[in-house]
């Protein structure tokens, strides 16, 4: 490490440097265009969206107990979309999808990260709406 | 004589890419973030530049992103289209910094250059095929993840770079 110092110019640093607090500030004030904010009183809905257009959007409490899987065919084939337990996963991605990123993604819960199948032109995120009910009148 | 030395490095170059395009593929990588990537194959695109200059290093890119697609199946596919949009943006971004700012950047503050505009050039063009905004969640940890990875792309590249010759009438100045 003492020696990578060495290798760097000035400007070198100053990218680096300035890169780090660009990221860094990025990822702790994540932009997120569908956010809401979760806690008491929010419901987390799933939406999968193919190309533009939403195709399907429903609550994450109906995912509990028992597994859903989803179907949604896109330009290279049929992507298999799994719901439990209020997480949510890309299971099976079409065969002609190489890298298979969607897949590796793994289960999202939260609001923010999404699972991207580019080949296949699909995403699924989860969004937090209001309910308009608090925790305390439950 | 000096355009036969260029043809074989150019040949040289391109297939060094590709093997270095497959080799990073067989490295099992945890998904830090979904199309996070080492960019090996950037070296060469970086290497080709300080070597032959601009124009060798784009015919040598170009070359390389569409043997790599024929061999993998993949022309004219999304795939094809993102490593296209990525490296092109990359590539360009690198020669401005490499021409303009020679003095005040190392090769390592170019190659990192290189590494963010691959991110941000790549993620524009899955926005206009996904269409969703949402995608730019992962601009950030891109470019975080630029940053190491650029410095070690940089370095190898130097290195490498030290022991080769610059091909005459090829080097810094074509463009």
Redesign the interface.
Do not use: H
């Given at each position: 490490m003492k020696d990578?110092w060495h290798?760097?110019?000035?400007?070198?640093k100053i990218?680096?440097l300035f890169?780090?607090v660009?990221?860094?500030?990025?990822?702790l004030f994540?932009?997120?265009?569908?956010q809401g904010k979760t806690g008491e009183g929010t419901e987390m809905f799933l939406v999968i969206?193919k190309?533009?257009q939403e195709e399907i959007r429903f609550g994450l409490e109906s995912t509990y107990g028992e597994p859903l899987y989803i179907e949604v065919e896109g330009p290279i084939g049929i992507s298999i979309i799994e719901a439990s337990n209020g997480k949510v996963r890309m299971k099976e991605a079409p065969p002609d999808d190489?890298?298979k990123?969607?897949v590796?993604?793994?289960w999202i819960e939260n609001p923010?990260?999404?699972i991207?199948c580019?080949?296949n032109?699909?995403?699924i995120?989860i969004e937090a709406e209001e309910t308009g009910l608090d925790g305390v009148s439950w | 004589m000096r355009n036969t030395r260029k043809v074989v490095l150019i040949g040289l170059l391109v297939s060094l890419g590709l093997i270095l395009h497959f080799v990073e593929a067989m490295i099992p990588m945890p998904?830090l973030v979904?199309?996070a990537k080492l960019g090996l194959a950037n070296i060469v695109n970086l290497i080709a530049l300080v070597l032959i200059g601009f124009r060798g290093g784009l015919t040598i890119f170009f070359l390389r992103v569409l043997i790599g697609s024929l061999y993998?199946g993949?022309f004219l596919?999304?795939?094809f289209y993102?490593s296209l949009g990525g490296g092109l943006t990359g590539y360009l971004f690198m020669a401005l910094v490499y021409y303009l700012?020679q003095d005040?950047?190392?090769l390592?503050?170019v190659s990192?250059?290189g590494a963010?505009f691959h991110n941000l050039g790549q993620l524009l063009i899955?926005y206009f095929?996904?269409?969703?905004?949402?995608?730019?969640?992962?601009?950030?940890?891109l470019?975080?993840l630029?940053?190491p990875t650029g410095?070690g792309v940089g370095?190898i590249t130097?290195f490498t770079s030290r022991y080769l010759p610059v091909v005459e009438g090829g080097g810094a100045g074509d463009g």
């Open positions: 990578l290798y760097l110019t000035r400007n070198d990218l680096i890169l780090l660009l990221s860094l500030s990025g990822i994540p932009f997120n265009p569908f969206q190309g533009n190489l890298e990123t969607c590796k993604t793994g923010g990260p999404m991207i580019i080949p032109q699909i995403s995120w | 998904i979904p199309g993998a993949t596919s999304i795939n993102l700012f005040k950047f190392s390592i503050g990192i250059i963010v899955a095929i996904i269409k969703n905004p949402g995608i730019f969640y992962y601009l950030p940890y470019t975080l630029a940053i410095i370095l130097y």
